[in-house]
């Protein structure tokens, strides 16, 4: 069974950094598609960030130039780095897996939660 599994989420103040982690296990984890989104209560899901098997990446407007996504597929490992938080980044945060010929992300972890203070 696939597993994916979020870590690094916490409380910082605005302006602060935080880095996410997303190991998976049980996939052919180089040949996925990889994203993390996030939700924040009463708010729709909102993609943050994506990358290819190949390592292209986009990003939503309301994260550019402040993070950053990466894999590393020696570790199975996905990352977001996140600076210069706002208290707007507050949400849930999740990994997802879609194979790249298809365009549903099939596979979710559990979350992380971020919380941002003024």
């Known amino acids: 069974q696939v597993q994916l599994v979020e870590s690094g989420g916490g409380s910082v103040q605005a302006g602060g950094s935080l880095r996410l982690s997303c190991l998976a296990s049980r996939l052919t984890y180089s040949v996925y598609c990889m994203a993390w989104f996030r939700q924040a209560p009463g708010k729709e899901r909102e993609r943050v960030a994506t990358?290819?098997?190949?390592?292209?990446?986009t990003y939503g407007d309301s994260v550019k130039g402040r993070f950053t996504i990466s894999r590393d597929n020696a570790q199975n490992t996905l990352y977001l780095q996140m600076n210069s938080l706002k208290p707007d980044d507050a949400a849930m945060y999740y990994c997802?897996?879609?194979?790249?010929?298809?365009?549903?992300?099939?596979?979710w972890g559990q979350g992380t939660q971020v919380t941002v203070s003024p």
């Open positions: 997802a897996a879609r194979a790249c010929l298809l365009s549903e992300y099939r596979y």
């Open positions: 990358i290819t098997s190949g390592g292209s990446t």
